[in-house]
């Protein structure tokens, strides 16, 4: 009898494992062999799913980012939170999310300075994950000035501002290896509090 396989869920699979594996490796020990040996399938499958390792770690680190923004939409578009508490919301579940993923980071960085190394623009990454953040953010903001919520302030300013402590966050969580992130949740919410009318 032949197995049905179902692609979708075991791309899916592969990715959460593979994730696993370059979080605890690092990106440059991480291996197809290491990945396929996770998966529990030869590396000849792995080749049907993923052309090499690092499709592997893009898609990995997309289907993260796509799964923190969808529980980041659900938050701002809860229309029984005030414009306030949406913004607050989204932006300490941002900083929560960035502590689960810390060692994360650190690889991310590798792969980013390695990407730098080959002649490639890593900004251009990092501008391509973020952005949909950034615009969630600018959507909050201008509905607050519009609902007379948040002061008349300077969107791409506050949105700045707000993306500012979360890259420091970053650095704090996997290059200084620091522990917390009370600081930036502090400063969050005084940042917020700046802008309410």
């Known amino acids: 009898m032949a197995i049905i396989v179902e692609h979708n869920k075991r791309k899916r699979e592969i990715l959460d494992k593979a994730l696993d594996i370059f979080i605890e490796e690092g990106y440059e020990d991480a291996t ?11 590396r000849t499958t792995l080749y049907i799913y993923f052309k090499n390792k690092r499709e592997i770690f893009v898609y990995s680190i997309k289907q993260l980012s796509e799964d923190v923004e969808a529980s980041l939409l659900e ?8 414009t306030k508490e949406r913004l607050s919301s989204v932006l300490h579940t941002v900083l929560d999310k960035c502590s ?3 060692k994360l980071f650190t ?3 590798s792969y980013l300075m390695q990407l730098k190394k080959t002649g490639k623009d890593p900004a251009i990454r990092v501008r391509r994950r973020i952005l949909r953040l950034r615009h969630l953010l600018s959507s909050i903001i201008i ?4 609902s007379g919520e948040f002061r008349s302030v300077n969107v791409k300013e ?4 707000f993306f500012s402590i979360i890259e420091a966050s970053i650095f704090k969580l996997s290059i200084l290896d620091q522990k917390t992130l009370d600081e930036s949740h502090n400063s969050i919410n ?3 509090a700046g802008i309410l009318a």
């Open 100 to 102: 689960e993923n810390r």
């Open 158 to 161: 506050v949105n700045d501002l």
């Open 143 to 146: 509905e607050g000035k519009e």
């Open 107 to 109: 690889v991310a960085l």
């Open 32 to 42: 197809f062999q290491k990945i396929s040996d996770r998966c529990g399938i030869t």
């Open 75 to 82: 938050i701002a578009n809860n229309k029984n939170l005030s």
């Open 190 to 192: 005084l940042s917020i």
